[in-house]
């Protein structure tokens, strides 16, 4: 019975990611965070700073930890949220898209969310390993697991590409927001909540971080004051 409810939760996720690849493509933005792309589309077209860049990546990238966590640990445990949990991640995987578009460009924007072992695919990759967990699924966990890592490697370089930076600290940073989120799911399918916690807590600081690393170069890069 667990399997069978697990599937079908997975199964509900892919949909619900399907349904905003499609809605994010018509160009109505019914999938897109009402504010925080289209405030970055905003300020590009007037005077986009570096805080500003800095602030709404390190919130959007805050709240993709936040909402991928509580998306698995749901689908770990089976809970009918799973696939409204999927939803609002592909809403945040939008406008994160929305916030790369609004600097590097449409293109840039369509191959960030969609690309092969881009960012819609390392979410994918955790619900395969969020399924093949919660089954005891092990050959199922290590294939999920090597395509995370595969898509460290391949997001990490499109990422230095765009931005100047070396590829190896950008592979490094995702590599590292890849494990958080895999121990703190395997801590909370264990039972282990304390340690589930603690790893919560600093998946989400790491992403500002990331934030960091990547205004801080997209600022230098596009001369932002």
Do not use: C
Not at 14 to 30: E, F, I, P, Y
Not at 120 to 133: C, G, K, Q, S
Not at 174 to 182: A, D, N, R, W
Request: hydrophobic share 50%.
């Amino acid at each position: 019975m667990r399997r069978i409810t697990l599937v079908t939760l997975a199964t509900a996720a892919a949909a619900a990611l399907a349904v905003g690849v499609v809605a994010a493509t018509a160009g109505d933005g019914s999938t897109a965070s009402p504010h925080a792309g289209h405030a970055m589309h905003a300020r590009s077209a007037s005077a986009l700073t570096a805080s500003d860049l800095r602030s709404a990546l390190g919130r959007l990238l805050g709240e993709h930890a936040i909402l991928a966590m509580n998306a698995t640990n749901a689908g770990v445990t089976g809970s009918k949220a799973f696939p409204q949990a999927a939803k609002a991640l592909d809403r945040n995987s939008v406008a994160i898209s929305e916030a790369i578009g609004s600097v590097y460009g449409s293109k840039a924007q369509r191959t960030f969310l969609d690309g092969p072992f881009q960012w819609r695919a390392h979410i994918r990759f955790f619900v395969d390993y969020t399924t093949a967990l919660a089954t005891k699924d092990t050959p199922g966990r290590n294939r999920a697991v090597a395509n995370l890592k595969t898509y460290t490697v391949r997001h990490g370089d499109f990422l230095a590409a765009a931005t100047g930076l070396p590829k190896l600290a950008v592979r490094n940073d995702l590599l590292g927001h890849v494990l958080e989120l895999k121990n703190q799911l395997d801590a909370y399918a264990a039972g282990n909540y304390a340690k589930a916690g603690k790893a919560y807590a600093a998946a989400y600081a790491h992403m500002f971080m990331t934030a960091d690393l990547l205004a801080d170069a997209i600022a230098k890069q596009k001369n932002l004051k």
